[in-house]
Structures are given as structure tokens and as C-alpha cells.
């Protein structure tokens, strides 16, 4: 089974940025983030692919989130630029053997990290 260690989180304020960091102990084909919020849903934020660089984002941080990998450390970052505070939520990381046809069924499965925290202040 295919291990997620994240790291990158913390507080910051409205404006500001931080970079989320998910090494895995080996390579997927894909890897995805998403968030929780307190009495939310989880939700997808973004993903790429290993091989190819693709990688997707959801509308909400379109423009202000990007992705970038190192394949010599199995790692994936995604950078948050120009934070807002309904960006606080615990963000998860999470990769798959295979492509995934919907963020819902990708909730279900694959690999998951264990979550960071990410507070923006107003």
C-alpha cells in the first residue's frame, strides 16, 4: 500500500500563501488534493498526473493554486497563493493506481495522507 506523508501547513493571513508538500513512498499514477471545513463536505481542490503533467483544478482556486512535482522524491507541491479565509480547511492528499472519473468516487478510494491544517485569517 502506497504511503502519503503531508506537510506544509499552518496559518497565515488573507493575501498570503503557503505550499502543501505530499511525498509518497512510490509513484501513482495520480494525485490529488482535497479540503474539509468544519461542518462541511469534503471537497476536490486540484490534481495532476505522474507522467504527464496534467493537472486540474477546481473552479474556487482556478487562477490562485498551482502544481508542481519532483520525481527523483515522489512528491508533489501545491503552492496556494493569494489565500482567502474560505480556504481554511484540513487539506488531504491522496494518489491512485489508475485515472478516476469523478472527485466522488475518488473520495472513495486510493490512497489517502493523514491531513493538514490550513487557517486563514480575515
Known amino acids: 500500500q502506497v504511503q502519503l506523508v503531508e506537510s506544509g501547513g499552518g496559518l497565515v493571513q488573507a493575501g498570503g500563501s503557503l505550499r502543501l508538500s505530499c511525498a509518497a513512498s512510490?509513484?501513482?499514477?495520480?494525485m490529488a488534493w482535497f479540503r474539509q471545513a468544519p461542518g462541511k463536505e469534503r471537497e476536490f481542490v486540484a490534481s495532476c498526473r505522474w507522467i504527464s503533467g496534467n493537472t486540474t483544478f477546481a473552479d474556487s482556486v482556478k487562477g490562485r493554486f498551482t502544481i508542481s512535482r519532483d520525481n527523483a522524491k515522489n512528491t508533489m507541491y501545491l503552492q496556494m497563493n493569494s489565500l482567502k479565509p474560505e480556504d481554511t480547511a484540513v487539506y488531504y492528499c491522496?494518489?491512485?493506481?489508475?485515472?478516476?472519473?469523478?472527485?466522488?468516487?475518488?473520495?472513495?478510494?486510493?490512497?489517502w495522507g493523514q491531513g493538514s491544517q490550513v487557517t486563514v485569517s480575515s
Open positions: 512510490s509513484r501513482t499514477f495520480i
Open positions: 491522496a494518489a491512485y493506481d489508475g485515472p478516476i472519473p469523478a472527485p466522488s468516487i475518488a473520495m472513495k478510494r486510493g490512497y
